[in-house]
């Protein structure tokens, strides 16, 4: 017998309609950013509640507009989620054993992770661990704009942050969080972290969301001095400009390696 939890469900989906995650809780909050035909129809069918958004192709945008819509009126504890996180990032018999916490959860889960030594591993069954080398930066299907690797975002957003060696993060994005995580961070902090991943999805979402993915435990739970632009969106559009130029001048130092390197094995030949 499931007993729904009072902490609210903030939840990002999209075509989908997801009732097996609603009996999980009370009250939810539901953003609905399909593209399917059909789905809001279906959503309206089922008696549930949603707000339409931009498909801005992934959740985290979703999070932290709530937190700075709600900021003055954020509830004690909030379960971030996606709408196919049931068989997508966790079980449900996973699901089940944590959905009530009433603390900083990882939710995530998957024993058929394929593990590489030195690249990835689990901590814990819910804490994935990565090699901290950007590697999916350099996808075509992801495009960057303004940071080139997670090193530079992480530095750009903090004062004196320590690069790790790994990062720890829940892949997908779902965490429970208390309202005292988010308010460790301005409002004006999550409205700028919006505009690095929110800016097109030519041909998918940028490979700035992929890289705040992975900052979100650090975002939450860390206690690094955060640098004053984060905190000011005047300041910040300036210094992220300031971003974008060292950024093409990185992408074109890279492309004339790379174009050296092939003139040398033709050569070679």
Not at 35 to 46: F, K, N, Q
Not at 162 to 186: D, H, M, T, W
Request: glycine share 4%; charged share 25%; hydrophobic share 35%.
């Amino acid at each position: 017998m499931i007993k729904p939890t009072d902490t609210i469900f903030v939840i990002h989906n999209f075509n989908m309609v997801p009732n097996d995650l609603l009996k999980y809780c009370e009250n939810y909050v539901l953003y609905d950013a399909s593209t399917e035909p059909g789905i809001t129809d279906r959503l309206e069918e089922e008696g549930i509640k949603y707000t339409k958004i931009q498909n801005t192709g992934h959740n985290l945008t979703t999070y932290f507009n709530y937190f700075a819509d709600h900021y003055d009126s954020l509830p004690e504890f909030m379960c971030l989620l996606k709408g196919n996180i049931l068989g997508r990032h966790c079980s449900a018999e996973f699901f089940q054993r944590v959905y009530t916490n009433k603390y900083f959860t990882y939710l995530y889960e998957d024993k058929n992770v394929i593990l590489k030594h030195d690249i990835n591993f689990l901590a814990m069954e819910n804490m994935y661990l990565e090699k901290n080398d950007s590697w999916y930066v350099g996808s075509p299907d992801h495009p960057h704009r303004y940071f080139d690797n997670f090193n530079r975002l992480l530095q750009f957003v903090y004062q004196d942050a320590p690069v790790p060696e790994y990062c720890i993060f829940a892949p997908g994005g779902c965490y429970i969080i208390s309202r005292e995580q988010v308010l460790k961070n301005s409002r004006e902090f999550y409205m700028n972290l919006n505009k690095i991943m929110s800016y097109g999805l030519e041909p998918n979402f940028p490979s700035e969301a992929h890289q705040i993915e992975r900052m979100m435990p650090v975002i939450f739970s860390a206690n690094y001095k955060v640098n004053p632009w984060m905190n000011n969106e005047i300041e910040f559009d300036k210094k992220i400009e300031a971003e974008r130029l060292i950024t093409i001048e990185n992408d074109a130092k890279r492309n004339r390696g790379q174009l050296r390197k092939f003139i040398d094995r033709i050569l070679e030949k």
